[in-house]
């Protein structure tokens, strides 16, 4: 609940802040692969390596939508999305 009402009150400033992580993952180009972005993300965001079960399910939603939309548009939208979800998380709220 506290972290509905969070992103309630800042929705610009966290979807904001979401797509400007994720554009900084896209364009380093050390990470070629979704698993580095992924571990960069969590490193970025909740200052700790994903676990094996959180990279798991965070490939599967990507693969997912991969699958259903072919559009980069789509793709950055799904990454924005993850990364949102990160910065509602209670890790990140409870730890920062």
Same mark, same amino acid.
């Given at each position: 609940l506290?972290?509905?009402?969070? !992103? =309630?009150v800042n929705r610009q400033r966290s979807q904001a802040t979401a797509a400007a992580v994720v554009e900084r993952l896209f364009k380093d180009e050390e990470l070629r692969s979704?698993?580095?972005?992924l571990e960069?993300? !969590? =490193?970025?965001?909740?200052a700790?390596?994903?676990t094996s079960e959180e990279l798991?399910?965070?490939k599967q939603f990507l693969a997912?939508?991969?699958r259903e939309n072919d559009s980069e548009r789509e793709?950055?939208?799904?990454?924005?999305?993850?990364c949102l979800s990160l910065l509602m998380s209670?890790?990140?709220?409870?730890r920062f």
């Open positions: 506290a972290s509905q009402a969070w !992103y =309630l979704d698993d580095a972005k960069r993300l !969590y =490193l970025t965001v909740l700790r390596p994903p798991q399910r965070d997912k939508l991969a793709m950055q939208r799904a990454w924005n999305g993850l209670a890790d990140f709220l409870y």
